[in-house]
């Protein structure tokens, strides 16, 4: 009959389609507008760009230049006052419920564009076609939709709309700067939402991508999944997608005693690492050795002492900084490794434009760090002049 469409097909056989339809939307998305067009972390065939561009059009009438300039502006304006999407200044409801509105009134602004807009698709077919009626595409959509799948073809047109503004823009540019956990603490309140994301095709892992924005491969723990990057491996398995850029691997060489500049390079490139590590080997068991030692009236204290004395500086409240300085009031141990963590990241703030001068430092950070008299500050010590920017040869 004709109000079951050209296919006929059963409920659970248009769900299973809709989640496939909305998928190659989310794959687009990141792998075509955020992975290759806003950070160039990788290289995609004309006919596999392209294939994305019409798809989007169709899917979502989102324009390349206008997402690609939106998200660095996102990326460079972060947790600021110019931030187009931050709930932080926002607020996340705002965000989570205008997350698509937030987007357009963004794509008004020329400034954003001119700025932040270089480098996109100009040719004939995005002034003529895509820009000119961005609209054209979701119309188009829902006629397709309509024959193919009856009336039941709006529900699926009605959920590939609403797909990426609940996901993308409300859930990630949300939620992904609220709540979930933090690999890294980069200088904004990026956070990873769930190890298993496969509705969102990989950009959970929010907190990984803005430590390293310009990486194709946006999981770091073993146990995290990034679905874009599966697909981004299958396209160049294919010939079609070749990676320019992945997050710095922490090349270590056991046995490794001394500090030079090769190690200094190291550190640098991978202090978000480094800095984890420090929250790891450090912080974790100084502060359960502490807790262990304190009395009851004290312990409450410590809760929750291992994040706040591992959080990045920039995004701790007032009501934070005032625990932080009763906590170390009470343990002297906890004070030196704050005041060193703190050293340390100031290390290559301060000299990252010159390798001798930080190499000096770094020198200087770890003969006091090795005479502080605490074990797990000296074993750190110890453990960041193996690092190297290459692995041990075998």
């Known amino acids: 009959m004709w109000y079951n469409g050209f296919l006929d097909l059963s409920g659970w056989q248009l769900v299973a389609v809709t989640l496939l339809l909305t998928h190659v939307t989310i794959v687009g998305v990141t792998v075509y507008l955020h992975r290759y067009s806003a950070h160039r972390s990788l290289e995609l065939h004309p006919a596999l760009k392209h294939f994305f561009r019409f798809w989007l059009w169709l899917t979502t009438a989102m324009n390349t230049r206008e997402w690609t300039a939106i998200h660095r ?5 972060c947790e600021t006052v110019d931030d187009p999407h931050s709930p932080v200044h926002k607020g996340l409801g705002t965000v989570l419920r205008t997350g698509a509105e937030l987007y357009a009134e963004e794509a ?10 270089k480098n996109c698709p100009d040719d004939w077919i995005e002034r003529n076609l895509y820009s000119r009626f961005p609209a054209g595409g979701i119309a188009l959509m829902a006629i397709i939709d309509l024959a193919l799948f009856g009336v039941l073809g709006m529900t699926v047109w009605a959920v590939q709309m609403a797909w990426i503004p609940i996901w993308a823009a409300g859930v990630i540019n949300g939620l992904g700067h609220a709540v979930g956990y933090r690999n890294f603490e980069c200088r904004d309140a990026a956070t990873n939402l769930v190890p298993w994301g496969i509705l969102i095709g990989g950009e959970e892992l929010h907190n990984n991508h803005h430590t390293y924005p310009n990486s194709a491969k946006l999981s770091v723990k073993r146990w995290e999944f990034d679905l874009g990057w599966a697909w981004i491996r299958l396209f160049s398995l294919l010939g079609l997608a070749k990676v320019q850029r992945v997050a710095p691997i922490a090349h270590r060489v056991e046995g490794k005693g001394s500090l030079d500049m ?15 590590q420090y929250r790891k080997l450090v912080i974790a068991p100084l502060v359960k050795q502490e807790l262990g030692k304190a009395d009851a009236s004290m312990r409450h204290l410590f809760r929750r002492s291992k994040r706040l004395l591992s959080r990045e500086p920039s995004l701790l409240q007032e009501t934070h900084h005032a625990r932080i300085e009763n906590l170390l009031a009470h343990s002297q141990a906890l004070k030196v490794i704050y005041e060193k963590r703190l050293a340390l990241q100031q290390i290559w703030a301060r000299t990252s434009s010159n390798g001798h001068d930080m190499l000096a430092a770094i ?25 190297s920017l290459r692995p041990a040869s075998v």
Do not use: C, P
């Not at 020198?363 to 690092?387: C, D, M, N, P």
């Open 363 to 387: 020198k200087e950070w770890v003969h006091e760090a090795e005479a502080s008299g605490i074990h797990s500050l000296r074993e750190f010590a110890e453990q960041l002049k193996t690092y």
């Open 108 to 117: 008004k602004n020329a400034d954003t564009l001119r700025i932040y807009g």
């Open 262 to 276: 090769d190690t200094a390079m190291a550190i640098l490139n991978n202090r978000f690492q480094i800095m984890a």
């Open 73 to 77: 502006k996102h990326h460079a304006k």
